[in-house]
């Protein structure tokens, strides 16, 4: 039998479909020193359809990890217990989405094409193995006023006045 690559090393990509308020970010944090071994957060970065991470980690094994929601120097821990996650022998390249405080759904590794060394979660289907019914699930999507505003100081109405305008 033929070894595998980077002996038995698994490369994860990781989906958190959650959307976090203006000024938070998600990371993440688990049993393993790749995963900050509950001491140090990993950040998560923002992409179009979520919260995504990726991790090389040691194959053969079950991982133990949570979500958190930082804003500044606090953090929100996911409301229920962790996450358990088993990872494959020979290793190879998978990709998990989650959905936040759902710790108890079953999480199936979707294999990743390792040519393109991108993750593309938008093919794999978060509930394939739950029980939730998929038309309960809202679908997470970008606002399109996000790039006009990120960073940038927001001013907000005070008044109606162009209402009293439109009736008159």
């Known amino acids: 039998m033929g070894m595998s690559t980077r002996h038995g ?3 994860l990509s990781i989906l958190l479909k959650h959307q976090v308020e203006f ?3 998600v990371a993440i944090l688990g049993s393993t020193k790749e995963l900050g071994s509950w001491k140090k957060s990993v950040p998560m970065n923002w992409k179009e359809n979520g919260w995504v991470c990726e991790l090389e980690l040691r194959g053969d094994k079950s ?13 929100k ?3 229920a217990d962790n996450r358990v996650l088993k990872l494959p022998k020979g290793g190879g390249s998978f990709g998990i989405v989650c959905l936040w405080n759902a710790t108890g759904e079953t999480v199936d590794l979707f294999p990743l094409d390792s040519e393109k060394n991108e993750v593309e979660f938008d093919d794999m289907n978060e509930n394939e193995s739950t029980d939730i019914d998929s038309a309960s699930v809202l679908e997470v999507q970008t606002s399109p006023f996000v790039g006009q ?11 109606n006045e162009h209402r009293n305008q439109e009736t008159e």
């Open 77 to 79: 821990w996911e409301g």
């Open 23 to 25: 000024g938070e970010h």
């Open 9 to 11: 090393k698994v490369k």
């Open 63 to 75: 991982i133990e990890y949570e979500f958190v929601i930082v804003k500044k120097d606090k953090m």
């Open 149 to 159: 505003w990120q960073g940038r100081s927001v001013s907000f109405m005070q008044s």
